[in-house]
C-alpha cells in the first residue's frame, strides 16, 4: 500500500487537499461498532483487519459507552470485558488479553488483526450489563507515546479474584504473570486493607513456577511501602507468578487485593 506524502508547510504556494474518501472509508476493516451481544461462549468479534501492506506500527482504540439509566433493575450491577486481541506479520502471530476498561490505547506492530470481546463475570452473583453497551476499536497507522499503557488483572490460579493475606502466611494459590506484563499494582479492596499492607512487615513475592509453598524459586522479594502502591512494581526477569506474604503479624484479621498489571506493548 502507498503511503500518502506528508501535507507540505503552510507556506507552500500550492497545497492539494486529499481526498476525504480513501480506502478507508465505510471499511469496517479500520473501524467498527457493535452493541455487546456476547453468544453461548461469551464472546463476540468486534473486528478483524485482513493481512493489509507492509508490517508497520498501528495504534489500536478499544472505545466502550453505555448510560447509566439503561442498567436492569435488581441483580448485581456488574460487566468486565475483556479484548482478546490476535495480531500478525509475516508468519507470526501473537495473541494478548487486554482489560477494556473505560477504553484503552495501544500500538502493535502488525499487518494483520482481529480482536474479539470476551465477557467475563467476576462476580458472586453474576453481574448484570446495562442494555445499551457498545463497543467499538479503531485502528490507524503509526504508534501513539501519550496513551495510557493497556492493562490486565490477574486472577488465582483457583480462579478467584482476591488476594487473602494473614498474618505469617505466604497467599497461596498464586497469580499467573499475564503475557507482556511489565509493571505490578497490589490494589487493596478497602481503606482497612490499605492501612494493613503499609503498617505491616508485607511483601510482594515473585517466583518462577505455581507452587510458591513447595519447590518454586523465589525471583524477587518488594516490601509493600507507600511508593509501591502508587507507582506499581516491575516485574524481575524470570517471574512467572505473584503471591503476597506478611512477616511478623499485625495484621487484624485478614487483608484482599487484587493485582492489576500494566503491559508492555
Known amino acids: 500500500m502507498n503511503m500518502r506524502p506528508e501535507a507540505p508547510e503552510p507556506s507552500a504556494a500550492i497545497f492539494v487537499q486529499p481526498t476525504p474518501h480513501g480506502y478507508w472509508s465505510s471499511n469496517n476493516n ?61 508468519g507470526a502471530t501473537q495473541t494478548i488479553l487486554i482489560d477494556w476498561i473505560q477504553g484503552t490505547a495501544f500500538s502493535v506492530p502488525m499487518n494483520a488483526i482481529s480482536i474479539d470481546a470476551v465477557y467475563s463475570i467476576p462476580f458472586l452473583p453474576p453481574g448484570v450489563q446495562p442494555s445499551d453497551l457498545t463497543l467499538s476499536v479503531l485502528l490507524g497507522r503509526g504508534s501513539t507515546a501519550s496513551s495510557i499503557p493497556p ?3 490477574a486472577s488465582l490460579l483457583d480462579g478467584g479474584l482476591f488476594a487473602i493475606l494473614n498474618n505469617n502466611t505466604l497467599a497461596d494459590p498464586p497469580a499467573r504473570i499475564p503475557k507482556f506484563g511489565k509493571r505490578l499494582f497490589v490494589v487493596p479492596l478497602s481503606r482497612v486493607d490499605n492501612q494493613s499492607l503499609l503498617t505491616g512487615n508485607n511483601f510482594i ?17 518488594v516490601q509493600i511501602d507507600q511508593a509501591a502502591l502508587l507507582e506499581g512494581v516491575l516485574v524481575p526477569p524470570y517471574a512467572k507468578y505473584v503471591t503476597l506474604e506478611n512477616v511478623g503479624g499485625g495484621i487484624t484479621g485478614f487483608i484482599e487485593a487484587f493485582y492489576n498489571f500494566e503491559l508492555q506493548l
Open 30 to 90: 479500520f473501524g467498527f461498532e457493535v452493541n455487546f451481544l456476547p453468544d453461548a461462549n461469551n464472546r463476540q468479534r468486534v473486528i478483524k483487519l485482513p493481512e493489509w501492506g507492509e508490517p508497520a506500527p498501528w495504534t489500536v482504540s478499544l472505545g466502550i459507552d453505555y448510560s447509566e439509566s439503561a442498567w436492569p433493575s435488581g441483580g448485581a450491577r456488574g460487566f468486565e470485558v475483556v479484548a482478546e486481541v490476535t495480531y500478525g506479520s509475516g
Open 151 to 153: 492493562s490486565k488483572s
Open 205 to 221: 513475592c515473585f517466583f518462577s513456577a505455581p507452587d510458591v509453598g513447595g519447590l518454586a524459586f523465589p525471583v524477587g522479594a
